[in-house]
């Protein structure tokens, strides 16, 4: 058995998270492949940063409150700081020099800059779990190797051919193996790094476990799996035990945020299944998407914007009557999705109506 298991920033954010982390891996000797995201809020702070040093403005001391917060981190887990942290440090203050001479934030400058929160956190993880698990070989590859994309920075899209064939060239199997990897990150065709678009680590772990054929995917966040609507909407939110590919993919598209749109792209076809659940609570259960499911009726309501109006759709094999008192805001009706731009009263009815 192979699974490919990818913690969020959530799950990364501290030591005590970490430990978490490594607890799930410890308790699941088939999870061979880790992917990591940047710790919490990271990717913010150097998009923040990166605009700072444009301007000549306290960059120096952000980027210096990054790296000390890493360094918390590193030193929380008992770990030596090493040469590679002090490279990555170092990549930092040379890539600000450049934003600040350039006075503007370059894209491919840019995902460079991205890349060092994934390559910071998934080396503390890798040091992490090769001093606590003794008996496993662990490996930190690096993402730029195998996730083969083309060069629209910040948005890259991937070549999953190409990741087929060099995936299988840097996880060398073995039954002690576990590797370690980045999310997010890549590399174009001239070695230049590249990102696959803001929240991308659940798509480089699909694309992972496509050109692996894992047995399974996992995504672990802050939540035991996907909502039928978003619980930061509505606190207490029934999570969706099981969801086909199709529907699930529908939320994604359409705002649902514990999901990166295209994350499922890669699994369909191989119908390799995808778990979301929580580190912070492990045995909480969360939510399969996996063949064999067939979603019936009403699944969920993901929403898209919401400024003044509600931009919510509602998705599910249901019969148009469902949302007959709102046919007026209707804007588009497709076979698994219908959307709605809505007041915040009529957003609470439908809420109401389909939820309880
Ligand atoms: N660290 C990246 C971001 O915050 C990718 C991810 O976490 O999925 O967008
Ligand atoms: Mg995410």
Not at 297 to 307: K, L, P, Q
Request: some cysteine; overall charge negative.
């Amino acid at each position: 058995m192979l699974k490919v298991a990818k913690f969020g920033g959530s799950s990364v954010r501290d030591a005590k998270a970490i430990k978490r982390c490594g607890r799930i891996v410890t308790l699941d000797p088939d999870i061979k492949i880790v992917v990591i995201s940047a710790t919490a809020n990271t990717s913010n702070e150097l998009e923040r940063i990166a605009l700072l040093a444009t301007q000549a403005k306290g960059w120096e001391q952000a980027l210096e409150d990054l790296v000390t917060r890493h360094r918390g981190l590193i030193h929380d887990l008992d770990l030596e700081e090493g040469e590679w942290f002090h490279s990555l440090e170092n990549e930092l203050w040379e890539l600000g020099d450049l934003f600040r001479e350039e006075m503007k934030v370059d894209p491919a400058r840019m995902d460079q800059f991205y890349s060092i929160g994934e390559r910071i956190s998934s080396a503390i993880v890798a040091h992490y779990f090769e001093h606590s698990f003794l008996q496993r070989r662990v490996e930190l590859i690096d993402a730029r190797g195998l996730i083969h994309t083309d060069n629209c920075y910040g948005a890259a899209n991937p070549d999953r051919g190409m990741i087929a064939d060099s995936a299988p060239l840097h996880f060398r199997m073995s039954d002690d193996a576990l590797f370690v990897t980045q999310g997010f990150i890549g590399a174009d065709g001239e070695g230049h790094t590249t990102t696959l678009g803001r929240e991308g680590s659940d798509y480089s772990a699909t694309l992972i476990g496509e050109a692996m054929n894992a047995d399974a995917v996992q995504i672990w966040t802050d939540v035991a799996g996907l909502s039928v609507i978003d619980p930061k909407l509505i606190p207490g939110a029934p999570i969706i035990k099981e969801i086909d590919y199709a529907c699930a993919a529908e939320m994604a598209r359409h705002g649902a945020k514990i999901l990166f749109s295209k994350t499922l792209d890669p699994v369909v076809e191989k119908g390799i299944p995808v778990f979301i659940g929580s580190s912070l609570n492990a045995d909480a259960g969360g939510t399969w998407i996996r063949p064999g499911v067939f979603s019936d009726g009403f699944v969920g309501i993901a929403v898209h914007e919401r400024r003044d109006l509600y931009k919510t759709t509602v998705v599910g094999r249901f019969k148009s009557e469902l949302l007959a008192d709102f046919e007026q805001f209707i804007i588009s009706r497709k076979p698994l999705s219908t959307t709605m731009n809505l007041e915040s009263e009529e957003f609470n009815k439908l809420v109401k109506l389909l939820i309880g």
